[in-house]
């Protein structure tokens, strides 16, 4: 026995150094994966987002160089027509006044002009000016244009890619030929009042036709403060500027239709395409994406690209905007709860390994703890044994002076004490019994209150020497059918609890009844009682009240577990039940009635 | 006392046989120009108003109407949403039951973008129409120079000379997104105007802008209106659609010549170009029944009494919707000086007098906002007194209860300047007021 409990302890010593390293090694085991995928699905996500990012900013400039083709389509086309809008005026130095009446209806008709002047090879202004007879909107177009005449620059080239006809080559000539003749032929329709008039377009006409146009022309702008004023203008064969001021207005509303057309045919449907100009002011937008603003219709959403317009344009720029593409967030969301998931799992696993493993521990050493119980239990008796068996002997071997009153004495303490090791190891037997299961019910015709009187009787000189009186209320006359060795054990547990807890009590009362075909036996003491947080454990095997080697009470622990057993065995149960002093045990057993 | 009798009697009848003529004989505009004063004081450079009136003949059962070429452009911004986008749809689904299978109508939202809702399209599907008016939603900005463009670019496909081509835009806000001035706008307009079409606008609620709706119709004498209450908006857009469709003629140039030593020196109230002694202005359509008019201020020689001379020579020349032709009417214009003050006064044209006065006052009221705008109240005020006041002398001279109403208003104008509270409403009310009085656009209110 020692030997094996010796075995037992190291082994589970073994067992517990064993787990503390095997916890790092679990944690380890457990964390590092986690931490691992944790990095691998963190770059992926981020190689993700630059793929998509990358992707999206490519859709966002191929739509916006989409847009700032059809917006410099769309400059090239102004100037080409403006140009030839204008360019059946022959003009010299000097300006006919069929010119100028010609000059005056296409303003008029022309929604794209404002006005119109023209510089001599000088650059002086000679339309309009203020010697001839002009109206109230051409006087205040020369009175806000000096400033633009003032300065020498304003009208200089500013790229070869300005001069019209000589970079698009021969096959563009050809078109804009085109279009001077079709422009011409309807202004033609439109002046059709005047036969003069239809006579000087009918020679420049002949006249331009040989010559296919090569024309110097260019842009210029000018800030005026609250506006900008777009001037386009280019140079004729005989080095007079012809330059029209257009309406900002009208080419702006032109553009705003031309680009809506392009962009509502690429659908946007999840994107808003912008135009900005120079002063930061939105011209146009077009798409279903609703860009982020704040009151003061400054942009709060960055644009996800942009793309600068150039010449006349400059300064000017288109932004895309679209919402952080979805599919990269979706698959963070994805991946966060899933391995969110994955952790919760984890954490639950090792919490439940861990409380397995505690509870190991525990029984471990409750089984420990159960066997250092019973050697100590055997022993106290064993040395009583031994003791009074020597002083019996002595006493027969003084043949003349035995007392048969001591030698009585000594042999019934040799007998209880021998009764007292017969019942631990019937307890330890049972348990180990009831453990396996192999405990089988017995039941005899037997009178309970005989068998409680008897079972008394047994413990009556320990009670006795720890000063505890005995009461009784014993109610049951009659003989039921009964396994006597198991009631027997159940109430030699319960008074053995009474003489081992709750000496200091000094009573133990006990009361039978019987009623319907249930015997039912009350043990009470008045010792401290057992506390709240340990009722619900007294029952369990190996768990005890207090701890005996340290108070100095002797007790196994599975006493009151095998006395339960036992009574559900019977077909009834052991209980405690509340009392106001004391701890108070009912036994019921299920019988029958036997006449 | 019989023979007066009989004279009216007499009056009447040839009046009324007269206008019978007019109208049975030929479907065309009639010109009548002259002078407020016919006779002028004798030896003395003096100021006189010469009156071009236009009055479109009717259309009868015999002339159909023209067809309409129009875009609707509604505002479906934010600050739409409720009773007001929903009046709105209302209206506008009540405008498109009018038409008929020969016009063509778009129809375009916007708000922060700009959305062609039907592009244009003959008008044979109404449910489809009705449908697309239902979708309608208010959220975002207001991107009314865009919604504008793309309107007028929906009549601009259909563009022809025989329809009345218009685009009617409502709008409660101001612009926010895109250009925003009213000298953009204005100047859209004008562009507008000068590819055949007409726009009106309807500002609806106190948010919006009134300089800029009234310059974006001012040059093609487009329509507009002020309208406080949504509950309106279906009249407004019941006048609106009626109104285009009674368009007699388009496109009408006028051309003033003055005669030598006759200064032009202004079109009150209206754009005009004044070259050298040549005046032309442009009204965009003439209404069935209704009567126009031009008043040009010019500088007159002195001359001796009795004598007489001849003013300006006044042409026009416009598009007849009925009969789809370019006609021209021309008038003469004299005058007689004498020394006698009494026959001067007598001579007065009263009618021609009241479109004068009526029309100068009415500039004198815009000038007088403009003050107010620069925050100059009191100079505000002291205008529309004297205005007020020169109203009511007018008045007085040719006993016009017309010009007495308007002394009145212009009276009650001059406290309201001088009130903050309240001022963006009247500012509104006032600005539409003058609006349709330069566009003699109440007559039909």
Known sequence: ?595 | MSTFFKRIMVAVVTSLALSFSVISAAKTVSVNAGLATPIMQANTEGTAFLRVALTGFELGDEVQRPPLNVALVLDQSSSMSGDKIERAKQAAIMAVSKLSARDVVSIVTYDSAVRVLVPATQVTDKSRLYNAIESIRANGSTALFAGTSIGADQVSRFLNKEKVNRVVLLSDGMANVGPDSPKELGDLGKALAKKGMSVSTIGLGLGYNEDLMTQLANYSDGNHDFVKDSADLARVFDREFGDAMSVVAQDVNIEIICDEGVIPIRVVGRESTIIGQRVTTRVNQLYSSQQNYVILEVQVPPAESNSERQIAAVNVVYNNMATQKSERKSDLVSVTFSNNNERVKGAIDKVAYESAVEQIANVETQRALELRDLGKVKEAKQTLDSNASYLDRAAKLISSPKLSRQSAESKAEADVVLEDEDWNESRKSIKAKTYKRSKQQERKD
């Open chain 1, 1 to 595: 026995m020692t030997g094996s409990t010796l075995l037992f302890l190291h082994s589970s010593q073994i067992d517990i150094t064993l787990n503390t390293r095997s916890r790092f090694i679990l944690f380890l085991i457990l964390v590092l994966p986690l931490i691992l995928l944790a990095w691998l699905g963190q770059r992926s996500l981020i190689q993700d987002r630059i793929v998509a990012e990358h992707q999206a900013s490519e859709l966002a400039d191929a739509r916006l160089r989409q847009a700032q083709g059809v917006v410099h389509g769309f400059i090239n086309e102004l100037e080409q027509s403006a140009i030839t809008a204008l360019s059946f005026l022959q003009i010299a130095d000097s300006i006919s006044d069929e010119n100028i009446t010609l000059i005056r209806q296409v303003i008029n008709t022309d929604p794209f002009l404002d006005h119109v002047f023209v510089l001599n090879s000088d650059r002086e202004l000679v339309f309009p000016q203020d010697t001839a007879i002009y109206s109230n909107a051409e006087r205040q177009f020369v009175t806000s244009f000096a400033e633009v005449l003032s300065d020498p620059n304003a009208f200089r080239l500013r790229s070869k890619a300005d001069v019209i006809g000589q970079s698009s080559g021969a096959s563009s000539d050809l078109i804009n030929s085109h279009r001077y003749e079709a422009r011409r032929e309807g202004l033609i329709a439109s002046l059709n009042r005047s036969k003069n008039i239809n006579e000087t377009v009918a020679s420049t006409l002949s006249d331009s036709s040989d010559t296919p146009p090569r024309v110097e022309a260019g842009w210029t702008t000018w800030d005026t403060g609250t506006a900008t004023d777009v001037y386009l203008w280019h140079r004729t064969s005989s080095d007079v500027l012809v330059g029209q001021k257009l309406s900002s207005a009208y080419w702006l509303s032109q553009l705003i239709v031309r680009l809506g057309t392009s962009l509502d045919a690429g659908g946007l449907v999840n994107a808003t395409i912008r135009l900005v100009d120079k002063r930061q002011r939105t011209i146009y937008q077009a798409g279903e994406h609703l860009v982020r603003d704040n009151l003061d219709g400054d942009v709060m959403e960055s644009p996800l690209s942009k793309e600068w317009l150039t010449y006349p344009l400059d300064g000017w720029r288109l932004e895309y905007f679209a919402p952080a593409t979805p599919n990269t967030n979706f698959k963070l969301f994805v991946f966060l709860s899933s391995f969110l998931c994955l952790l919760a799992l984890v954490f639950i696993g090792v919490r439940l390994v861990w409380r397995e493993y505690q509870q190991k521990i525990h029984t471990a050493e409750q089984r420990v703890s159960f066997v250092n119980q019973v050697s100590h239990e055997l022993k106290t008796p064993l040395t009583n044994i031994c003791i009074y068996a020597d002083m019996l002997e002595t006493e027969a071997n003084q043949d003349e002076h035995s007392d048969p009153a001591r030698v009585s004495k000594f042999a019934k303490v040799v007998t209880s004490e021998s009764q007292r090791l017969s019942r631990l190891i019937n307890n330890v037997l049972n348990f180990s019994r009831a453990q396996q299961q192999k405990i089988s019910v017995h039941k005899t015709l037997v009178s309970p209150d005989e068998l409680i009187l008897l079972t008394l009787d047994n413990f009556a000189p320990a009670f006795e020497s720890k000063g505890i009186h005995v009461e009784t209320d014993l109610a049951i006359s009659q003989t039921v059918m009964l396994d006597a060795e198991l009631l027997e054990q159940i109430l030699n547990n319960l008074f053995s609890n009474v003489e081992k807890y709750a000496a200091q009590g000094g009573l133990a009362k006990v009361v039978s009844s019987f009623s319907g075909n249930t015997v039912t036996v009350l043990v009470s003491d008045r010792g401290e009682g057992i506390p709240l947080a340990l009722r619900s454990k007294i029952f369990e095997p190996f768990e005890r009240g207090s701890d005996s080697l340290i108070e100095g009470v002797s007790g196994t622990g599975i006493g009151l577990s095998i006395a339960r057993d036992l009574a559900r065995l019977h077909g009834g149960d052991l209980s405690l039940i509340d009392s106001i002093q004391g701890a108070c045990f009912e036994l019921t057993l299920k019988t029958e009635v036997f006449q």
